[in-house]
């Protein structure tokens, strides 16, 4: 319907509200002020962030988690490259998200005014369509394009800039309806392609990964991996698509891999890569599969079709949308597994052995075992249990020991962004009050978003946020010790108390020197986040020597110097 003249800021929310925006993060900016002021009337909730790194993280968890576009409001220059964090990681980890910044009116453009900064040079190669409203009376086609073009194909972030001048000039418009996302469907005769590869592999095995995946499309590949006897692994931070405790969930296929499970997807004659990008990470630079051509047979499905060809070659490439893909496979006649059949269980059995205590813990000496620290977490916390963490060696603990329950309980940025881990369990405790929200933080990187603690205090979301102390930024200090033995440098820390400074938020804090400290502390902080709907830290303190579960510090810096480097 036509409506009466209404602002820019107006027509823009009104926009939001047609295309099911129920959260948007941000920081304000006197340069929006009329989009706040919209907000005011508006049934949206905006959650103000600290940083903006901060709030574009957010959105960015919201779009993995939701699959709508994760929405944020950030003010100009200062504000917009604080949030480019969280624009490159919706781009990186394919997840819909829409930035909309402040921008200096048009009067004085392209003088170099205060803050002025060109975004669609700016995010120009980390945004799927960066442009500028120029007219409020083009607002709903602008918004209807950027919803549109987040979601379909390989989703990603859209930025729009607002200009001032705009956002308060009236118009009288039309809005549009909700928009639609767009994928391609497999054809009946691509399905059959398919079958007949898969009929004619001895050890074929299945990649899961990348974005498009809901309930329904996890449940039919379920049932397409059970029909088929298949053994399945899920692509680098992708661990949720596939229920960890499914007899046929055989690993990660990411950093710090099981080398048998590396072993068994070079030596697989079928590859079925649902989903994923075969990225650096994902396929352990580029060697598990060679490229372009790989040793194996791929099928490589992705809902991007500039994706498919970009580094493989496959032997059939599908465009398709991962529910249009799983609910044509869920209906297709089951192929005689014997050939591999067993191999799903001593594949299984590979994943439970690399889950048993590593051996850095194994002679018992360590105060504090970060492999029992996760036991006794997936003993306290429910099957659907949220767990995100940012980036450094901490996170290995999770990846390789924790078991995620499936369809969505793991949100972890593929472009290794740190900082991303505090920002994404507060946004899912908002999102999910009633689930329980784990995060594992490193001491490096909880300090990159700390700030947002007073986030979760203010709208009472209580997560908990369990921080590794080992005083270092662990990840670098094993590069050096690999490259540079005993040549620290640049990678050293020294902390606040972490209890102390969740104290200080209003938060509860406590700092665990022990394993035995570990289980009751988590009891603590499980009854405090429940009981009174604010936020938790745990701090670890333990030996920074303990860097991966297989290899301390100290016999990696031997290897590195028997090896004569420098
Ligand atoms: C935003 C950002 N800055 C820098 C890096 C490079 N980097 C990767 S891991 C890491 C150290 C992480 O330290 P910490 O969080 O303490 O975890 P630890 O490795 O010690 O377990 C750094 C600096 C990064 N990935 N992201
Ligand atoms: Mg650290």
Redesign the pocket.
């Known amino acids: 319907m036509m409506h009466t003249s209404r602002t820019g800021g107006q027509i823009l929310v009104d926009a939001l509200k047609i295309h099911d925006v129920d959260i948007a993060f941000g920081v304000p900016g006197e340069s929006y002020l009329d989009v706040l002021d919209a907000l005011f009337d508006s049934q949206i909730r905006f959650i103000i962030n600290r940083q903006e790194g901060g709030a574009a993280f957010m959105a960015e968890a919201y779009g993995k988690m939701t699959g709508k576009p994760g929405i944020c409001f950030v003010t100009r220059g200062p504000g917009a490259t604080n949030a480019s964090?969280g624009v490159h990681t919706a781009y990186q980890d394919s997840t819909p998200m829409i930035l909309f910044i402040g921008q200096v009116g048009n009067d004085f453009m392209e003088r170099e005014a205060f803050q002025e900064i060109d975004y669609r040079r700016m995010f120009g190669q980390m945004a799927k369509w960066v442009a500028q409203i120029d007219r409020a009376d083009r607002i709903p086609e602008y918004l209807a394009h950027a919803f549109q073009v987040a979601t379909s194909g390989r989703p990603g972030p859209v930025v729009l800039a607002l200009p001032e001048d705009m956002l308060i000039s009236r118009a009288e418009v039309t809005d549009t309806g909700r928009y639609q996302p767009v994928q391609a469907a497999p054809s009946a005769a691509q399905i059959e392609q398919l079958r007949t590869l898969l009929a004619a592999s001895q050890r074929p095995l299945l990649l899961l990964g990348g974005a498009l995946w809901n309930e329904q499309a996890c449940l039919d590949l379920r049932q397409f991996a059970q029909d088929n006897h298949l053994p399945v692994s899920c692509a680098f931070r992708f661990q949720d698509l596939f229920d960890n405790h499914h007899p046929n969930y055989i690993g990660d296929v990411g950093i710090g891999i099981n080398p048998k499970l590396a072993a068994r997807v070079k030596d697989a004659d079928l590859i079925l890569a649902f989903g994923p990008r075969l990225g650096e990470m994902t396929t352990s630079g580029y060697s598990l599969l060679t490229a372009p051509v790989p040793r194996q047979q791929l099928v490589h499905v992705h809902c991007g079709a500039e994706e498919l060809g970009r580094v493989y070659q496959g032997s059939l490439m599908i465009n398709s949308g991962m529910p249009q893909l799983t609910s044509m496979l869920a209906a297709m006649a089951p192929v005689n597994a014997s050939a591999w059949q067993h191999q799903v269980k001593e594949a299984r059995a590979e994943y439970e052995a690399f889950q048993t205590r590593p051996p850095v813990f194994k002679d018992g000496n360590a105060p504090l075992d970060l492999w029992q620290v996760v036991q006794e977490l997936m003993q306290q916390v429910p099957k659907d249990t949220i767990l995100t963490n940012?980036?450094?060696?901490?996170?290995s603990w999770g990846h390789r020991f924790f078991r995620y329950g499936g369809m969505r309980t793991q949100l972890a940025p593929t472009n290794?962004?740190?900082?991303y881990g505090v920002p994404a369990g507060i946004a899912a405790k908002i999102m999910a009050p009633e689930r329980t929200v784990i995060t594992f933080?490193?001491?490096?990187?909880?300090m990159?978003n700390g700030q947002e603690l007073a986030t979760a205090v203010q709208y009472r979301a209580g997560v908990i946020i369990v921080v590794?102390n080992?005083q270092?930024?662990?990840?670098?200090?094993?590069h050096q010790e690999r490259d540079y033995p005993g040549r620290v440098s640049g990678t050293e820390?020294h902390n606040p108390d972490f209890a102390a400074l969740a104290q200080a938020y209003g938060a509860h804090g406590e700092v665990v020197n022990s394993t035995e400290q570990f289980g009751p502390a988590l009891t603590r902080a499980l009854a405090h986040t429940r009981e009174q709907r604010l936020p938790a830290i745990i701090e670890l303190r333990y030996d920074g020597n303990l860097i991966t579960p297989n290899a301390t510090l100290e016999t990696i810096r031997k290897q590195a110097l028997a090896a004569g480097k420098p």
């Open positions: 964090i940012g980036a450094g060696n901490y996170a290794g962004a740190m900082g933080s490193g001491d490096g990187d909880y990159m590794f080992n270092m930024y662990g990840t670098i200090r094993m820390l």
